[in-house]
């Protein structure tokens, strides 16, 4: 009776110890992440490698051929990557589109004009 009473002691300290740690890992997300992603969003370094579609092309085919610097590395893929989502669909933007993703998705060509035609082809209201 006295090792029921223990066990179900044990197991309510567990419980209250596995909501609090929950509950504080939903709070740091709740706080930091947005911080976090901003700063990812504005890292000037992405910023210049975004003005610059030809480095950043040039940068991640030799990344991914060889690994010399790793934050420019993820840096240019990161540039890379927004390149290869941008919203705007003139036949320039298609272009990069088409580029990038090629670069960056391991896709047929096939499949990115059949995306690329989904995604910028007219709606109908």
Do not use: H, W
């Amino acid at each position: 009776m006295m090792r029921l009473l223990i066990e179900e002691r044990v197991e309510m300290r567990f419980n209250m110890l596995a909501i609090g740690a929950a509950l504080l890992v939903a709070l740091a997300d709740y706080l930091l992440l947005p911080s976090v992603l901003t700063g990812l969003r504005s890292n000037p370094q992405i910023q210049s490698y975004r003005a610059d579609p030809d480095l950043t092309f040039q940068v991640v085919s030799q990344c991914k051929q060889s690994v010399i610097n790793a934050d420019a590395c993820y840096q240019a893929y990161s540039a890379a990557v927004q390149l290869s989502n941008l919203k705007s669909c003139s036949s320039e933007a298609i272009a990069m589109k088409r580029r990038f993703k090629l670069l960056v998705e391991r896709n047929t060509l096939e499949a990115i004009e059949s995306g690329l035609i989904k995604e910028c082809a007219p709606t109908e209201n």
